[in-house]
T-cell receptor
Framework: DAKTTQPPSMDCAEGRAANLPCNHSTISGNEYVYWYRQIHSQGPQYIIH???NNETNEMASLIITEDRKSSTLILPHATLRDTAVYYCIAVNTGTASKLTFGTGTRLQVTL | GAVVSQHPSWVICKSGTSVKIECRSL??????MFWYRQFPKQSLMLMATSNEGSKATYEQGVEKDKFLINHASLTLSTLTVTSAHPEDSSFYIC???????????FGPGTRLLVL
C-alpha cells in the first residue's frame, strides 16, 4: 500500500471548516483513499473513501486531486466533538485488505 | 454502517494469567477479522489476521503462541493473551470488513492492564 503523509497536528475554530491534507504521491491506480478518525480511547471510526472522484457524505467531503497524489478531507462545520486523530490510508479494496495506520493528524477544535 | 462489538471493554489481570477478548460482527458475517494493538500516544499496529475456519496470520514480530486467535464462526473472533505480563498492557482493537469487503469497521476496543 502507498505511504501517506499528514501534518502531525492542526487547529480549527468551532463552526469553521476543517481541511485536513494528505499526501499519497506513490498511490497506484487501484488503491482507494480512506479516511478514519479516532476519538480518544475509542476504536477508529470510518469517515469516507474515494478512488478518483470527489465524494461527500453526511460526515465529510473528500477532494482528490486529478493526479491522485494528494487529497483533502473537509469537515464543513467543525464541532468540539470532531476533535480526534484523523488517519488517511491508501489501500486496495475488495479483498478485505488490512489497514496500515500512519501517525495521522491530531485535529483540535477550539471555541 | 456495520457494527462491531468487543467484550470486555476493559480488563485488569494479574501477571501470568490469560485473558480472552471477544470481537463480534453484530449485523453481518465476516470471514476475516483483524486484530490491532495500540500503545499510549502511538498509532494502531496490526497484530494478526483472523480467518474463519483456518489459522490466523500473524504479523512479523507477533508471537502466535502468546496471542492465540480463534475465529470459530462467521461473527466471532477471539484473541487470548496467554501468560500476560505488564508489557502486554495495551489497547486491543478488532476490525471486520463489511459485506462488500470495501470498508472495515472497528470495534470500540479493549483496554488491558496487567499488574
Amino acid at each position: 500500500d502507498a505511504k501517506t503523509t499528514q501534518p502531525p497536528s492542526m487547529d480549527c475554530a468551532e463552526g469553521r471548516a476543517a481541511n485536513l491534507p494528505c499526501n499519497h504521491s506513490t498511490i497506484s491506480g487501484n488503491e482507494y483513499v480512506y479516511w478514519y478518525r479516532q476519538i480518544h480511547s475509542q476504536g477508529p471510526q470510518y469517515i469516507i473513501h474515494g478512488l478518483k472522484n470527489n465524494e461527500t457524505n453526511e460526515m465529510a467531503s473528500l477532494i482528490i486531486t486529478e493526479d491522485r497524489k494528494s487529497s483533502t478531507l473537509i469537515l464543513p462545520h467543525a464541532t468540539l466533538r470532531d476533535t480526534a486523530v484523523y488517519y488517511c490510508i491508501a489501500v486496495n479494496t475488495g479483498t478485505a485488505s488490512k489497514l496500515t495506520f500512519g501517525t495521522g493528524t491530531r485535529l483540535q477544535v477550539t471555541l | 454502517g456495520a457494527v462491531v462489538s468487543q467484550h470486555p471493554s476493559w480488563v485488569i489481570c494479574k501477571s501470568g494469567t490469560s485473558v480472552k477478548i471477544e470481537c463480534r460482527s453484530l449485523d453481518f458475517q465476516a470471514t476475516t477479522m483483524f486484530w490491532y494493538r495500540q500503545f499510549p500516544k502511538q498509532s494502531l499496529m496490526l497484530m494478526a489476521t483472523s480467518n474463519e475456519g483456518s489459522k490466523a496470520t500473524y504479523e512479523q514480530g507477533v508471537e502466535k503462541d502468546k496471542f492465540l486467535i480463534n475465529h470459530a464462526s462467521l461473527t466471532l473472533s477471539t484473541l487470548t493473551v496467554t501468560s500476560a505480563h505488564p508489557e502486554d498492557s495495551s489497547f486491543y482493537i478488532c476490525s471486520a470488513p463489511d459485506r462488500a469487503g470495501e470498508t472495515q469497521y472497528f470495534g470500540p476496543g479493549t483496554r488491558l492492564l496487567v499488574l
